[in-house]
T-cell receptor, first 119, second 113 residues
Framework: NAGVTQTPKFQVLKTGQSMTLQCAQD?????MYWYRQDPGMGLRLIYY???????DKGEVPNGYNVSRLNKREFSLRLESAAPSQTSVYFC??????????????????FGNGTRLTVT | GQQLNQSPQSMFIQEGEDVSMNCTSS?????WLWYKQDPGEGPVLLIA?????ELTSNGRLTAQFGITRKDSFLNISASIPSDVGIYFC?????????????FGKGTKLSVKP
């Protein structure tokens, strides 16, 4: 079982360039999430998808867009990268029921991250 | 918004020592989670706590859900070198149709030089 797989692992962009971070999970989870991790800031939620066909903003959505392509895949797009978006990006998934964003009995499973540098 | 205060921010351990860290908040949470992150990897769930006062162990790790529902503690007994990494607490507060998961800023565990 691969769990949550993110690609690429590393990426360097110039200011203004665009790119898409890919994420796929093989655990048949309903919900998927994108976080960014910055030194001293912990993990902050960018966007999430509670179920296939839905997406919602998290704590820091500005400058990002997402697509829940199908149940397995959830991509994060930077349309015009900025140095402030230099960070490590983590995708996560969980199995939730009903309409709850997070289920108490299904904590998050994380991918290994994408380290993005914007110059 | 809701915030978690995780302490200490960092600590050095010597093999065999016991380690304690905690998270506190001014808000009540329904669930507390503890994750560990190794370098170059994503966080991995260590322990999940679902009831106030609950004490749960996972090997040498023990975590408690504070009785006030505003704090949680993680203890590591007899630390070993592979315990180094960043430990995150996370509090879950759900109500209505949405839940809100808040992460602490992490406690970085390093080996004493």
């Amino acid at each position: 079982n691969a769990g949550v797989t993110q690609t690429p692992k590393f990426q360097v962009l110039k200011t203004g360039q665009s790119m898409t971070l890919q994420c796929a999970q093989d655990m048949n989870h309903n919900s998927m999430y994108w976080y960014r991790q910055d030194p001293g800031m912990g993990l902050r939620l960018i966007y999430y998808s509670a179920s296939e066909g839905t997406t919602d903003k998290g704590e820091v959505p500005n400058g990002y867009n997402v697509s829940r392509l199908n149940k397995r895949e959830f991509s994060l797009r930077l349309e015009s990268a900025a140095p402030s978006q230099t960070s490590v990006y983590f995708c996560a998934s969980s199995q939730n029921r009903g309409t709850a964003t997070f289920s108490y009995n299904s904590p998050l499973h994380f991918g290994n991250g994408t380290r993005l540098t914007v110059t | 918004g809701q915030q978690l205060n995780q302490s200490p921010q960092s600590m050095f351990i010597q093999e065999g020592e016991d380690v304690s860290m905690n998270c506190t908040s001014s808000s009540i949470f329904n669930t507390w989670l503890w994750y560990k992150q190794d370098p170059g990897e994503g966080p991995v769930l260590l322990i999940a706590l679902y009831k106030a006062g609950e004490l749960t162990s996972n090997g040498r790790l023990t975590a408690q859900f504070g009785i006030t529902r505003k704090d949680s503690f993680l203890n590591i007994s007899a630390s070993i070198p592979s315990d180094v990494g960043i430990y995150f607490c996370a509090g879950l507060n759900y109500g209505g149709s949405q839940g809100n998961l808040i992460f602490g800023k992490g406690t970085k565990l390093s080996v004493k030089p």
